[in-house]
T-cell receptor, first 111, second 111 residues
Framework: NAGVTQTPKFQVLKTGQSMTLQCAQD?????MYWYRQDPGMGLRLIYY???????DKGEVPNGYNVSRLNKREFSLRLESAAPSQTSVYFC??????????FGPGTRLTVT | GENVEQHPSTLSVQEGDSAVIKCTYS??????FPWYKQELGKGPQLIID?????GEKKDQRIAVTLNKTAKHFSLHITETQPEDSAVYFC??????????FGTGTSLTVIP
């Protein structure tokens, strides 16, 4: 039981490049989330998916797209990376009103 | 949407002393309040949570209190140990699917 896994762990992009962050969970959870974490700002929700086939915007969705590929996988795509997207990205999953399990994070730098 | 404020942003205590972290929330509909511990380089991990039908919950050295009237909840850590040093986040939810996080408290326990 691996919990929530994220790839890659680290990434450096140039402005304008695109990339996809991958997330998978093996706990049969319905809900999955993408957050970004910036110093002094806590965790801010980018997108979430309450169930397979549905996605909803969170607090800071601009510049990102997501895909809930199946119940296990939820990917986050940056189409044209900007320096403001330099951050640590966390994927999480949960059953409703139960513990959120977080992945180890992806540290992204955009130069 | 919900707004969660967390204080203090940094906290230093002597080993064996108690630590208290406070959060306030704005939406009276919020009914689930988890606390997370984040160690350096890792994702947040749930340490305790409380639902709105309960005023206090304890788990060994950790306790959480909730005052629904005042819309605030607090984390209490007694007999602190060096391994308690980490960043702590509070959160609030009223849907069970979307969570709003505080900005975090960096706790240092001085041996």
């Amino acid at each position: 039981n691996a919990g929530v896994t994220q790839t890659p762990k680290f990434q450096v992009l140039k402005t304008g490049q695109s990339m996809t962050l991958q997330c998978a969970q093996d706990m049969n959870h319905n809900s999955m989330y993408w957050y970004r974490q910036d110093p002094g700002m806590g965790l801010r929700l980018i997108y979430y998916s309450a169930s397979e086939g549905t996605t909803d915007k969170g607090e800071v969705p601009n510049g990102y797209n997501v895909s809930r590929l199946n119940k296990r996988e939820f990917s986050l795509r940056l189409e044209s990376a900007a320096p403001s997207q330099t951050s640590v990205y966390f994927c999480a999953s949960t059953r409703e009103f139960y513990e959120q399990y977080f992945g180890p994070g992806t540290r992204l730098t955009v130069t | 949407g919900e707004n969660v404020e967390q204080h203090p942003s940094t906290l230093s205590v002597q080993e064996g002393d108690s630590a208290v972290i406070k959060c306030t929330y704005s939406d009276s509909a919020s009914n689930y309040f988890p606390w997370y511990k984040q160690e350096l380089g890792k994702g947040p991990q749930l340490i305790i949570d409380i639902r709105s039908n309960v005023g206090e919950k304890k788990d060994q050295r950790i306790a959480v209190t909730l005052n629904k009237t005042a819309k605030h909840f607090s984390l209490h850590i007694t007999e602190t140990q060096p391994e308690d040093s980490a960043v702590y986040f509070c959160a609030a939810s009223f849907t069970g699917n979307q969570f709003y996080f505080g900005t975090g408290t960096s706790l240092t326990v001085i041996p």
